[in-house]
DNA sequence: AATGAATGAGGGTTCATTCAT
DNA sequence: TATGAATGAACCCTCATTCAT
């Protein structure tokens, strides 16, 4: 790769974290590049030197932020220790990212309705494969007598849904800590489980 | 109330039901007034006849799904059973209103995102009651010594938001049907609560 | 004329008489018939039973006040007393219609943007009708030998003008008295034509 | 200032003239930003580049003509010559000014109808500055004896109304030249302040 | 690589006007 | 006579997008 092309794979990454923040702080349709582009001292017209519409910044932004957690999760996957040791772990890390980057990891938003025709496969395939380690480690359980389970991907979109939700209510001011939040959760979480 | 005043708020309803089609359809920012009055084969500015603006529009549209789902709701409360009985039923009938009313019901919608000054204090209202009510459900059924929980609010938000994230993924012609998943639902619920 | 013309002739003045108000209050463009109806307890469609369209009402408003002042400044000119007696009287007339009536009585308007072609012609003949009443006191005073000018009309135009901006700066809490001010401005313009 | 913010202050100023022109003949209201935009051979969408919104435009049209205005009338006070010679320049001044920017200088307009809160401060004390040079020449005429007035501020009221309403009938067409015009106004306003 | 400037489509909103009842 | 309801044209404004420089 030439120099030129890491430069602007930098810059491309510098805005996208800009956008970022402007999306989980207004949502997608109430972000406009004007905005991003103030963020970062650029005028809107440069985003399109990087990006080819607003539609593909959008989901560059999910797509970066989902791939962040999807690796963190894998980490927390490959690292030692009991299904329940490893699933634990992994609700922390989901969590983390329901908090902390609001719109552009709600996984809620129908992509029909934000993302065109090209995009959305690949959104839902990337949904799909984070959704699938959550399936992994329970199924690691089942396998090692760990778990129980009738219905294992049911069990996992009650999991999902339930962190997804946190997002929605959580407060840092509020009663519990976030790790308080995420030991009674993963508590309760084992609990479907055993 | 006097007959022209029955038919504005048959009308309104009318409205408001062809509108939370729309925004089901399209979401709150893609729905435009202009389709919204299509639908009942008016002109835009008819709406603003039965609505102050399209924010209004919007508002009543959720308010009106959340407030039929919290009757529909409080009807479950009411009746006879156990406290598993009761929660079954009401189980049964938040997973119908967040798959048929997708949007509209969609209780993640950040609010002070989507409504303004006015309207988001009725809506966190009406929101703070609707939860409330699984919180009686089960704080009843600790008192009868059915259920058990260390934290009911946190049980209550775990099925909160497993019940919402259905209608992310659940497709009519799924291998399970609706029944068959609400069964699923409420016996997992159940068990975090045993 | 029968009975229920007359009605209709007292229900138009009523309406007159309620738009002028509004209009003295928002200014031509910013009066709504929806307003001007509300204030009689009707709706606005009622106004056009009466009316051909906002045009007309406004025109009529203009009319109405203007052709009073007009009544009245011919009382003025038929009382008895010397040219300077009968033109203190006016300037106390004009002024307080000035006002009193402000936007509806404003003759700055300038009508070709305001009226309509058929309009236009009655309004700028009235006007010049107003404006003539002066320039007959003027006369009769040169004619007594009370007043002299060279340019009668120049000086009725300035008489005019000068009244006609009080409207703008006049505050019923200011320094002077209505009455005050009266005896002033009669004093300036005596002073002009001596 | 940089060479772009210098380009971008001249295209304000194409702006704003072109925007006076259309406002002297249709007024304010009647003025629509496409036409505006059209005069210049753009569309209304640009005119928002360099403006907020209508009324800010609308209000700088205001501003500039009257800052204008201002400006010419500050050097009549500054150059050398009795009060009175003062005095019949300012009034040459404001009648061209009153004559050829008609709606735009036009000092009837009531301020608080048309502009908004953070307008009319600024837009009154510009007003009240304006009024103010004319206090000046006549105190200045009263300080050297030249002029005699019991109330000074009468007499500034009834020479900025007079001179005001010339723009309501005057037509270039007409049976005296502007500069009689002017001769005559000038002469019995001194006369007024003998 | 970035920008300034312009565009144009589209949306929300207002309001005078109409008309059946 | 009066109204309720609907219309539609006109307007302001936003914003993603383009393109010459």
Chains 1, 2, 3, 4 share one sequence.
Request: charged share 30%; glycine share 4%; aromatic share 10%.
């Amino acid at each position: 790769m030439k120099l030129s092309e890491k430069k602007i794979l930098k810059k491309k990454e510098e805005i996208l974290l800009s956008a970022i923040t402007i999306v989980n702080r207004k949502g997608y349709d109430g972000a406009t590049m004007e905005e991003i582009a103030a963020e970062l001292l650029m005028t809107k017209g440069s985003l399109y030197y990087y990006f080819k519409n607003k539609g593909d910044l959008m989901y560059q932004c999910h797509n970066l932020v989902l791939s962040q957690a999807t690796k963190e999760l894998e980490v927390n996957l490959n690292e030692e220790g009991t299904a329940e040791e490893i699933l634990r772990k992994m609700v922390v890390t989901h969590i983390n990212y329901a908090i902390e980057e609001k719109e552009t990891f709600n996984l809620i938003i129908e992509p029909r309705q934000m993302f065109n025709e090209e995009q959305i496969e690949p959104v839902l395939k990337l949904r799909k494969h984070y959704s699938s380690l959550f399936d992994n480690v329970i199924e690691k359980g089942i396998a090692t007598g760990e778990f129980h389970a009738k219905e294992p991907i049911i069990v996992r979109m009650i999991v999902l849904g339930a962190m997804n939700w946190i997002q929605q209510w959580y407060k840092p001011t509020g009663r519990m800590t976030k790790e308080e939040l995420e030991q009674y959760f993963a508590d309760y979480i084992i609990k479907l489980l055993k």
